[in-house]
């Protein structure tokens, strides 16, 4: 097995047990690769979508650059699958290893905003992703995390339906972009309706 794997097997149970969640609409996920854009309310987001997902979803996570600088973290975090991007600006180095990523068939999650955020319209959606997205011809699953997850509360990880944008050119131009993230975005808040727990 693949550390990723290992550490999988290893954290699952333990997320499941601490942070009890469902996952919905896993049937929408397509086979090879996939752009899963996520809302981010908190920092156990990226776990629980990884422990909802099979062990075998080659997925990966970009994540702020930040994180890396923090001895032993940043390693463990490589291990995972899990590379940086600086935030607030252009990082070139980053966009090419998602777009290798989504080429070779992974998973990719993101999350639009770029930041953690407690309600829609608090930020918007960088266009970054959409640009990813048309590059590679992959398509963006609208993924949602439920309320904030707090120690033993139930939560739900909803996945969405698949969604391309459309792009006039052979790349998507600033304002195609934009509008392409905005979608995607709209798409992951609406997704709430579903995310109760009965």
Request: one cysteine or more; proline letters at 6%.
């Amino acid at each position: 097995m693949t550390f990723y794997q290992v550490a999988y097997t290893v954290i699952k149970p333990l997320i499941r047990l601490f942070f009890p969640h469902r996952a919905v609409g896993l049937e929408n996920l397509p086979e090879g690769g996939a752009l899963l854009c996520a809302n981010h309310i908190s920092g156990w987001d990226p776990f629980l979508i990884a422990v909802s997902l099979p062990r075998d979803s080659r997925l990966v996570v970009m994540a702020k650059d930040e994180l890396f600088h923090i001895p032993v973290v940043g390693f463990l975090l490589r291990k995972l699958g899990i590379f940086p991007v600086k935030r607030g600006g252009n990082d070139l180095g980053a966009m090419k290893t998602a777009i290798r990523s989504l080429n070779e068939g992974k998973r990719l999650l993101v999350f639009p905003e770029g930041t953690r955020v407690d309600s829609e319209g608090s930020v918007e959606a960088k266009g970054g992703v959409a640009v990813m997205a048309s590059r590679t011809g992959t398509p963006m699953v609208p993924v949602y995390c439920g309320t904030k997850q707090k120690f033993l509360h139930r939560t739900t990880i909803v996945f969405g339906e698949p969604y391309s944008p459309v792009i006039a050119g052979r790349r998507a131009t600033a304002e195609e972009s934009r509008q392409a993230a905005e979608e995607i975005l709209r798409r992951i808040y609406a997704l709430d309706e579903v995310s109760g727990w009965s």
